[in-house]
């Protein structure tokens, strides 16, 4: 009877180990976040589902292998996968009425975590003890106990070695110390309690206890010598528990500009970080970030009231800050917060033009490539003491000598026109860029060309698909750069000419290997070094005495330019000293209907120059970031000389002395608005219809903001 039994027994087990299959792998065992991380290597956010980053065993320690080990299955390396007396204590146990206890090996735990689930019932353990047996001979012992570490829970949200590494420590799991290591075995018990050791005293002395046990065993397994056991006297409590960040504030913008960087750049598809296990290291610096949103914070506080004046409701910033050295994007502003429900990211799309912060770009150009000044004849030097027309209202003429068309206006012609009706008379370029008077600026692009004033865009760093040209307003900011590009393309300038690509990703981590297609921008030599240090000059110039006084409080070197579109539409302030570049826009615009709205009115003013509110943002934003680093001087600008001075222009004499600069109204000393696309200014301008600019069939529609508005940080 007894052999009968145990035949049958025998053969029963073996019907069972020959039929039973291996499921496939539980999906929810698979799926993974990404994690992004600040420039200093800190957790900036979590995103996905599950808090999980799965790594090769070879980026855990081996003492810290050892830990789980000791605390869970020290035979793992040489059982078949299943612990006989254990099984053994655990049937005596439920035949006696107890409570269904584990007896599990690590085989049985991954088996459980990986392909079954968390019931406690007398079917499923069995089925998890054959299931054990088949995968050991299946799989080696390296790949039972890599799954095991990726798939248990740890308390505080963590699931893995890695995230928990990061929830209890904050480090990688890498980084782990066999101390940390011998807790975190602890904590895969009684995850629920030991997860508060940090605050509670019973969860510590819990801890405590089990940390103990599982160093002390690792000394019984030949692991740690007792001298080394000796050397870890107190249990190595956890950090204090921050739940995974979420997509508030600006966190929503730094993730999204950076898994827009990592798609542009790599063939890692949006598909692909949905279905998580990216690590993500960025270039935000999280002091800087914190410092831009408090300025904008500080300001919005101080001039705008939505709550009892209309003017003020729908109004939206935008800033982004450039590190000149390198290119990497170290802080933005995007907006109120997704949590706010605002979910474009207002520093890294395009669709607001950007004024009379253009006009660099021109001058640069015009030092490079020189302007033709009469027909027929070839291109002559500029600099910034050529003098141009700067009267309101003048007649622009082409290279050729015609005479620009303008359908809409009376005469056929176009009549550029400024903001006031100051009579300027023929003025120096560097000082049409401190009053950022436009006809001296659109003149000036009309002569030097488009195509050389587009190549030195795109050489500084704009996006050809920004740029808006084939109309005179082109020369004065009718583009819509983002201010990531913006603030990059004034870095150049801060750099004497060396251009980086902007970067907000320095690298990226999946399964434990570093992904190719992330290693910094390589410098390249946009500009001459006397051209970007010449427009760096004149740009002090415009903090001096310009319509960029406000920013003097900053109190060291700095240069920068103010901007204001059309109808007062978007007004923009961007500087930078020579360790940062720094771009701030402020525009208006109805979520409901996504058009860029006249900000007249706002914040009480009657005209809303960049010279107000975006640089007051600036200077806030960059006395906090430079505060503490030390005071640095640009490069000299060169002697260029005199320069050719615009067709026309009377020859200076000893007895006539240079033109003053005019002191503006004091609505003009702030900026100056642009051109519009349709190349009139001032404020009799009406806007121009969405479908096309008057006289221009096929141009480029009215700019639009978000959601047409697209992300300019490739």
Not at 275 to 291: E, I, L, M, S
Not at 326 to 336: C, Q
Not at 415 to 440: C, K
Not at 446 to 469: F, K, M, P, W
Request: hydrophobic share 35%; aromatic share 8%; proline share 8%.
């Amino acid at each position: 009877m007894f052999v009968f039994c145990f035949g049958s027994l025998v053969a029963a087990v073996g019907y069972v180990y020959a039929t039973a299959i291996i499921p496939t792998v539980n999906p929810s065992t698979q799926i993974q976040s990404d994690v992004f991380y600040w420039a200093d290597g800190s957790q900036m956010a979590s995103a996905g589902q599950v808090n999980r980053q799965n790594v090769g065993l070879s980026q855990v320690p081996l003492l810290v292998q050892w830990d789980f080990l000791a605390a869970e299955n020290s035979t793992f390396y040489t059982d078949p996968g299943i612990d006989p007396q254990g099984i053994a204590r655990a049937v005596l146990n439920m035949v006696k009425g107890g409570a269904v206890q584990s007896g599990s090996t690590i085989t049985q735990q991954f088996v459980k975590n990986t392909y079954l689930n968390q019931s406690q019932s007398i079917s499923r353990k069995l089925n998890e003890i054959v299931i054990s047996v088949k995968i050991g001979s299946r799989m080696s012992k390296q790949q039972i106990l890599q799954g095991y570490l990726n798939t248990c829970y740890f308390g505080r949200g963590a699931s893995g070695v890695e995230a928990a590494a990061e929830a209890y420590y904050h480090v990688h799991a890498s980084q782990l110390t066999v101390s940390q290591g011998a807790f975190l075995a602890a904590a895969v018990n009684e995850p629920s309690v030991l997860m508060n050791a940090d605050s509670d005293p019973k969860a510590k002395a819990l801890a405590e206890a089990r940390w103990k046990y599982v160093l002390d065993r690792m000394v019984t397994d030949g692991k740690l010598s007792p001298a080394q056991r000796a050397t870890y006297r107190t249990l190595p409590l956890p950090k204090p528990y921050v739940p995974a960040s979420r997509m508030t504030g600006q966190t929503g913008y730094l993730v999204q500009t950076a898994e827009n960087y990592v798609t542009s750049h790599s063939s890692i598809t949006e598909q692909d970080l949905s279905h998580g296990g990216y690590q993500v290291y960025t270039t935000f610096d999280k002091k800087k970030v914190t410092q831009l949103a408090a300025a904008v914070t500080k300001t919005s506080s101080a001039h705008l009231d939505p709550k009892h004046h209309a003017a003020d409701r729908n109004v939206q910033f935008g800033a982004a800050s450039v590190d000149p050295a390198t290119g990497a994007v170290v802080a933005l502003y995007g907006g109120p917060g997704w949590d706010k429900g605002h979910f474009t990211d207002n520093a890294d799309a395009s669709g607001v033009p950007v004024g009379s912060t253009f006009k660099p770009i021109d001058l640069a150009a015009a030092l490079q490539d020189g302007a033709v000044l009469s027909p027929g004849q070839g291109p002559q030097p500029i600099t910034p003491a050529s003098r141009f027309n700067g009267d309101d209202g003048i007649e622009i003429k082409d290279q050729k000598g015609n005479y620009v068309t303008d359908s809409t206006d009376p005469s056929g012609l176009l009549h550029q026109h400024n903001d006031t009706t100051h009579r300027w008379g023929y003025i120096s370029l560097r000082t049409a860029m401190e009053q950022s008077v436009n006809t001296p600026y659109v003149q000036l692009g009309e002569d030097v060309g488009y195509a050389n004033v587009e190549n030195t865009a795109i050489n500084v760093g704009l996006l050809r698909s920004s740029l808006q040209y084939n109309t005179a307003g082109f020369f004065i900011g009718t583009s819509t750069p983002s201010a990531i590009r913006m603030a990059d393309a004034y870095a150049t300038f801060a750099a004497s000419g060396t251009h980086y690509d902007p970067y907000s990703v320095s690298k990226v981590v999946s399964n434990g290997e570093t992904l190719p297609g992330f290693t910094k921008p390589n410098p390249v030599q946009a500009l001459k070094s006397s051209t970007a240090d010449t427009v760096t000059n004149v740009l002090q110039g415009v903090i001096k005495q310009g319509t960029g006084t406000n920013a003097q409080v900053l109190g060291r070197p700095a240069a920068g330019k103010t901007g204001t579109t059309d109808n007062y539409k978007s007004a923009w302030f961007i500087g930078y000293t020579p360790q940062l570049s720094t771009a701030v826009v402020l525009f208006k615009e109805d979520p409901k209907h996504p058009t860029l709205q006249s900000m007249t009115g706002v914040g009480g003013y009657t005209k809303v120059f960049g010279g107000v509110i975006p640089t007051q943002v600036w200077t806030d934003y960059m006395t906090a970031a430079l505060a503490g680093q030390p005071t640095v001087n640009f490069p000299a600008a060169p002697n260029l000389g005199t320069g050719a001075n615009e067709y026309g222009a009377p020859a200076p004499s000893p007895s006539t002395p240079p033109t003053p600069t005019a002191t503006p109204s004091p609505t003009a000393t702030t900026s100056t608005p642009v051109c519009h696309p349709a190349r009139r200014c001032g404020p009799t301008t009406q806007p121009t219809p969405s479908g096309g600019l008057p006289g221009f069939p096929g141009g480029s529609p009215a700019p639009t903001a978000s959601p047409t508005r697209k992300h300019g940080h490739k």
